[in-house]
């Protein structure tokens, strides 16, 4: 979905899968190839490939507090002071296997119903292709 993004387009499609509510977000953690699943994101397939990219999710408490204080600067001033009274030790995350999501055929093995959603022009396996292509 999307062609790919970079780590702020990452950013803003884990805000609309959030935006999408605890069940959903929940079973694309478990399992993210059950997006494929979703109504917007099997409608959207034919014709938009940055669905779920809700970057204005990720200023929701930015927002609601400015409905409350009246600014938004003092959100992150407030944001700044607890960051600089708790500091936190950076701690090393495991990211998972690295693998080419730039490959059709890895993201078909691993993400099957998105990339035949996503990926329409390698839709078919491609020992499916190559026999069809030699009949």
Request: overall charge negative; hydrophobic content about 35%.
């Amino acid at each position: 979905m999307g062609s790919g993004c970079s780590d702020d387009s990452f950013i803003d499609f884990r805000a609309g899968v959030i935006a999408q509510g605890r069940g959903w977000y929940q079973r694309v953690a478990i399992n993210p190839d059950d997006l494929a699943e979703h109504p917007v994101v099997a409608a959207a397939a034919e014709h938009d490939d940055d669905v779920l990219f809700y970057e204005v999710v990720n200023y929701s408490a930015t927002y609601a507090f400015k409905q409350l204080a009246g600014d938004d600067e003092d959100f992150y001033e407030a944001w700044n002071e607890y960051w600089n009274a708790h500091p936190r030790e950076r701690v090393e995350v495991d990211m998972g296997e690295d693998f080419g999501f730039d490959d059709a055929e890895q993201m078909h093995r691993r993400l099957p119903r998105l990339s035949a959603l996503h990926l329409p022009e390698h839709s078919a396996c491609p020992w499916e292709r190559s026999r069809s292509v030699g009949e």
